[in-house]
């Protein structure tokens, strides 16, 4: 076909999709037929809405018990009225059974899935195109230069949603996290603690902890922090060292709670986006308009704390962990001034760097997985799976469920103990786990030495003087690692008001890596950061919230000597 002919035959195919096109969607090519249905697209959204809100029904039903002069004239009902369906409690998604999936209002919170559940939500409101609307979405959600509060934010900018799609949807379903941001506080160290007050979910008017710990670029070229998330409102594990445990657990985080916590992208400074502005203009990128009166969504708040300061800081890891106690960024350690000599060479650098939140992440498991999902997806807050950590106090059920998971995130188990009569005592879930032989049983069948897929546990352990910093200790954590490819994390113990237990003198800790480095195993110390504003593991929660606090376990008297006296 000649030039002119393969031009003239491009000139009908446009012209057969000349047409309307629905505001906010010029990047979907629709036929016209299917343009000219588009405006009936919001009433599936709209019978959604009359499903997850049945209390409007009986006011419909007053109405038409009314006499005849009250009654107002009714308009002709369509057969697809949604007044004529009966009202059913909500679709049959498959993530239906996760908790705190709607807000106060009854609206689906968006945030709280991941893209292929938000595409199921899409097909069950009646969207011709579930996938690709999904996608839109999900862009406006998470990707870089997007993150928009509301659904309305996106009107009027390129790809931006449709008004009648933002009418509908807002109707049934929200874009909000459920949390704001109550307070900042900062340590010398320069470790920053973020309050948040929750305000949707079981949780609603308790406040939970992340923290932002500062770290050095290995060439020392950037600053990088660590942020570290919670995924419960205090922790029922009441391990005997932790602070955090002393709250006992309030409330579960919905997967939008947690996510809000994280936002891995360029910092960027402002409030919610700012309209382009018309005519040449509108091809200039707009500056986020900031806005004081409405306070900042937890997902922007760690980089815009970050951007209001000098050094040009970034997120460069994120973290769920269980209570540890040190709040602590990895680097390499050197022997102290007068420090016995020994035959272990200098430490390794650890990384990525990790840190502290509160709460179990795996017991609450479905919340949590599907917010790495969210975190780790390329068209999401696109966190590489390497540098997003996920700890456990050692619940081997949830551990082997996250271990078949096919997730590639880092697992980190907070051990702390060789012995079972230690562990039962400072980790009180260890004996109803089954110990620690059921423990190292899960671990040498999902991480064993050259296991297929190349996964290694890290294996936390906080030293407390007198109670698991000896050489005999370190022997046996030796022991409990055959097999297992595994490396370890010393931790220095962060004391905090009303407890018993003292941190291990640094000749201790150095005499007990040298045991474990001597062995054949990887093994840093990491020290405390962010203690001097009770931003440290460990040292998290608010003892406030909480109405009564789990009951402290007797202490073995073979270790009462070496506790400090009761307060």
């Known amino acids: ?32 037929a299917q343009q000219r249905l588009a405006p009936r697209r919001p009433a599936s ?8 809100h049945p209390q409007q029904q009986p006011q419909q039903q007053t109405q038409q018990q009314q006499s005849p002069e009250q009654q107002q004239p009714q308009l002709p009902q369509s057969p697809q009225s949604p007044q004529q369906t009966p009202p059913q409690q909500h679709p049959q998604w498959s993530f239906g059974r996760r908790a705190a999936l709607h807000d106060a209002a009854g609206r689906l919170m968006l945030k709280n899935l991941t893209l292929p559940e938000l595409e199921e939500w899409c097909a069950s409101v009646g969207e011709r195109r579930p996938a690709a609307r999904a996608r839109q979405v999900w862009r406006w959600l998470y990707s870089d230069g997007a993150w928009a509060a509301s659904l309305e934010e996106t009107l009027g900018r390129q790809n931006g949603l449709s008004a009648a799609f933002c009418a509908a949807a807002g109707a049934v379903a929200s874009v909000d996290g459920g949390l704001l941001l109550d307070s900042v506080a900062r340590a010398a160290d320069g470790t920053r603690k973020l309050v948040f007050k929750l305000t949707e979910g079981p949780g609603a008017g308790a406040s939970i902890e992340a923290v932002l710990i500062p770290m050095a670029h290995r060439r020392g070229e950037r600053n990088h922090v660590t942020l570290c998330v919670s995924s419960q409102v205090g922790c029922a594990m009441a391990c005997q060292f932790c602070f955090t445990g002393r709250m006992g657990l309030l409330a579960d985080l919905s997967t939008a709670q947690i996510v809000e916590q994280v ?54 890891n994120v973290v769920f962990m269980v209570r540890r106690p040190a709040a602590s960024a990895a680097r390499p350690t050197a022997r102290l001034p007068g420090a016995a000599a020994g035959p272990a ?22 919340a949590v997985m599907a917010a790495v999902a969210i975190m780790t997806h390329p068209l999401g807050l696109h966190v ?50 089954g110990g620690l032989s059921a423990l190292m049983g899960a671990l040498r069948r999902h991480y064993a030495h050259g296991n297929a897929a190349g996964r ?40 905090f008001a009303g407890t018993r237990f003292r941190p291990s003198p640094m000749e201790a800790v150095l005499a007990f890596r040298s045991v474990l480095v001597g062995a054949g195993r990887i093994c840093t110390i990491r020290d405390s950061r962010g203690d001097d504003s009770m931003a440290a593991c460990g040292q998290l929660g608010n003892l406030i919230d909480s109405a009564r606090s789990p009951p402290l376990l007797p202490v073995p008297p073979a270790f009462e000597a070496v506790l400090a006296p009761p307060a």
């Not at 200098?346 to 017991?363: D, K, S």
């Not at 081997?396 to 998971?405: G, K």
Request: charged share 25%; glycine share 8%.
């Open 1 to 32: 076909m000649h030039a002119p002919a393969r031009l003239a035959d491009l000139g009908r195919r446009q012209k057969q999709h000349v047409g309307p096109r629905p505001s906010g969607d010029r990047h979907l090519l629709v036929p016209p």
């Open 45 to 52: 959204c709209r019978a959604l809405a009359e499903q997850l």
């Open 263 to 316: 936002r891995r992208r360029r910092r960027r400074r402002g409030g919610p986006l700012a309209r382009r502005p018309a005519g040449g203009a509108a091809r200039a990128r707009a500056r986020p308009a900031a806005d004081p009166a409405r306070p900042p969504r937890q997902m922007v708040v760690a980089c815009r704390v970050l951007a209001a300061e000098p050094g040009g800081a970034s997120i460069a």
């Open 345 to 366: 060479p200098p430490p390794r650098r650890a990384a990525p760097r990790r840190a502290q939140g509160m709460g179990e992440p795996l017991a609450n498991f479905d």
């Open 384 to 433: 590489s799976h390497n540098k997003l950590t996920v700890s456990t106090v050692g619940l081997v059920a949830p551990l082997e469920r996250f271990a078949t998971s096919g997730s590639n995130v880092q697992l980190a188990l907070s051990l702390h103990a060789t012995t079972d009569e230690v562990r039962d005592w400072i980790v009180p879930t260890n004996k109803a786990a």
């Open 456 to 495: 290694r546990v890290l294996v936390e352990f906080t030293m407390l003087a007198g109670v698991n910093d000896t050489p005999d200790d370190a022997r046996r954590l030796v022991a409990l690692l055959e097999g297992i490819e595994a490396k370890v994390n010393l931790i220095m113990f962060n004391p």
